[in-house]
């Protein structure tokens, strides 16, 4: 089987967050600030495509915790030359193979480039089919920016103020630990805060928090991008156009359905706290009768007043007080050419799909999601991609609307 859309994997030897060529003064092609890479003058991009044999990408939500977890990928190939081997020193790669040397992964299919995730290797791994094998399958582990912002610890946050939107802090914590401008994609949100406290901690937790208290969403994107879709933001996503799939043949055929009703995500007695301030409870009596007290609690939040931290909690109840009929994920087959190619390839976190599923005696489910992580799992001969997904938490107010034109309901 030959696939419609062949992934190409390159692996940057270089230093440096982007995937640009480095920054070299003095040299019109790569001596241009903005457009290319702070770092050493050494530095290759190798194209390992010809010879991968397995791919797999995980990112996403953490359905329970409501954040986002670095992503990770998983690739294998095969080193027929021993060029691959770190202790060659004729090989071109000698002394360049180390960890945290940068992976992207993208396709072209229809003249449209689609990334597929952007990280740093973690680990690089040799064996042998057998004995007699006289070449070597690589394996590397990567994982996306998150694990740079781990590693890099932060206090005081130049910059920093009360009244700072969400989005802004962010960046001024992303400029903490000089990320570049130039990888980031950021929303403002709506939610004011307190300043900074300028305590120890790592700089994924400080985002994280910020992410929680805005009841936003922080991730990397495909293309390596650290990005915030405030809470405004990820309510006009999903209320704008959705990709539907089906499995009569009207729009967009799925491969497999996963459709879930039990008690994970309840909550009925909902609690926020910023810092410095008293607990905000907001809870569901009605709720609590019928699935007993389920407590859900956040604290050391950065709103700066009280009365944002009970809007926030009161958020959340309403979403989680009930159990609902969901669609844990849906699986497409890319393996070949069709029309689930596209959607397989572009969809990403915040935009929204309706799935429909035809039951016994003609009975439908029909449920309009948003996707909240993407996994690729991909072979020489096969490819599926899988999209988990969650119901927004909020969806924006749109006139005439019969779904997200409620008063009351929809965001304003």
């Known amino acids: 089987m030959t696939l419609p859309t062949t992934p190409t994997v390159e692996i940057r030897l270089g230093t440096g967050p982007g995937f640009g060529d480095v920054?070299?003064?003095?040299?019109?092609?790569?001596?241009?600030?903005?457009?290319?890479?702070?770092?050493?003058?050494?530095?290759?991009?190798?194209?390992?495509?010809?010879?991968?044999?397995?791919?797999?990408?995980?990112?996403?939500?953490?359905?329970?915790?409501?954040?986002?977890?670095?992503?990770?990928?998983?690739?294998?190939?095969?080193d027929f030359t021993g060029d691959w081997n770190p202790d060659n020193t004729l090989s071109p790669y000698f002394g360049q193979i180390l960890p945290m040397r940068q992976v992207r992964i993208h396709t072209t299919y229809s003249g449209n480039t689609y990334y597929l995730f952007t990280g740093f290797i973690t680990s690089w791994d040799w064996n042998w089919a057998d004995q007699s094998a006289d070449y070597a399958l690589v394996t590397i582990q990567v994982i996306d920016a998150f694990r740079l912002l781990q590693l890099s610890n932060i206090t005081n946050v130049a910059g920093a103020a009360t009244n700072d939107l969400p989005g802004t802090r962010i960046g001024e914590i992303l400029d903490q630990i000089s990320w570049p401008t130039s990888l980031r994609n950021i929303y403002p949100g709506d939610v004011e805060l307190q300043n900074d406290p300028g305590t120890l901690r790592n700089a994924l937790a400080a985002c994280q928090n910020i992410e929680t208290t805005d009841l936003g969403a922080f991730f990397v994107a495909p293309n390596g991008y650290v990005t915030y879709l405030s809470r405004a933001q990820l309510a006009i996503l999903a209320a704008g156009s959705a990709t539907t799939f089906d499995d009569d043949g009207t729009d967009i055929a799925y491969q497999n359905l996963d459709v879930n009703l039990d008690e994970t995500e309840l909550a009925n007695q909902v609690t926020f706290a910023r810092l410095g301030g008293t607990d905000q409870t907001a809870s569901d009596a009605t709720s609590i009768s019928d699935y007993f007290l389920r407590s859900y609690y956040q604290s050391g939040l950065m709103m700066k007043d009280n009365a944002s931290a009970l809007a926030q909690a009161t958020s959340v109840l309403n979403y989680r007080k009930d159990p609902r009929v969901r669609v844990d994920s849906i699986t497409l087959d890319l393996s070949s050419v069709s029309s689930r190619v596209v959607p397989g390839l572009s969809l990403d976190i915040g935009d929204p799909i309706v799935v429909n599923r035809t039951w016994a005696n003609g009975t439908r489910f029909d449920v309009r999601v948003t996707v909240n992580g993407v996994s690729h799992d991909i072979t020489p001969e096969r490819w599926t991609t899988r999209f988990s997904t969650a119901y927004p938490l909020s969806t924006a107010f749109i006139l005439d609307s019969a779904q997200f034109g409620i008063l009351g309901t929809n965001t304003l």
Request: zero cysteines; glycine letters at 10%.
């Open 23 to 78: 920054l070299i003064l003095g040299d019109a092609a790569d001596g241009i600030l903005g457009t290319n890479v702070l770092g050493t003058s050494v530095v290759q991009v190798v194209d390992v495509s010809p010879t991968v044999q397995r791919i797999s990408i995980r990112r996403g939500r953490d359905r329970m915790f409501e954040q986002y977890t670095p992503g990770t990928a998983t690739i294998q190939f095969q």
